[in-house]
Nanobody, 128 residues
Framework: QLQLVESGGGLVQPGGSVRLSCTTSGFTLDYYAIGWFRQAPGKEREGVSYISSSGGTTNYAASVKGRFTISRDNAKNTVYLQMNNLKPEDIAIYYC?????????????????????WGQGTQVTVSS
């Protein structure tokens, strides 16, 4: 059974850091690109970051560039999102999503419709 499970969320103070993990099972992570998305209350789900199947390409939303870093460890079937200098506007449920290389549909990395599989999300709250 194919699964993506997010973990690492929680309560963090403004300016603090947290590392999210997306652990996969039931498929070979090497063949999949991974996107991180987030959804704040009352807002649309938005793309946060992306890493290609090889790890050679990464992308970030403008709002997180310079603060967040995406990485992957295929041997551990895990993709990470290191989040630094967190702000109240980062409060959201964070989701990871997988897209098999060469699969349809295609499109820009922040288009959630191109992803084949999704996790259930992990909450990140930024508050003092």
């Amino acid at each position: 059974q194919l699964q993506l499970v997010e973990s690492g969320g929680g309560l963090v103070q403004p300016g603090g850091s947290v590392r999210l993990s997306c652990t996969t099972s039931g498929f070979t992570l090497d063949y999949y690109a991974i996107g991180w998305f987030r959804q704040a209350p009352g807002k649309e789900r938005e793309g946060v970051s992306y890493i290609s199947s090889s790890g050679g390409t990464t992308n970030y939303a403008a709002s997180v560039k310079g603060r967040f870093t995406i990485s992957r460890d295929n041997a551990k079937n895990t993709v990470y999102l290191q989040m630094n200098n967190l702000k109240p506007e980062d409060i959201a449920i964070y989701y990871c999503a997988a897209k098999r290389s060469g699969s349809s549909p295609t499109g820009v990395w922040y288009n959630r419709l191109i992803y084949n599989y999704w996790g259930q999300g992990t909450q990140v709250t930024v508050s003092s």
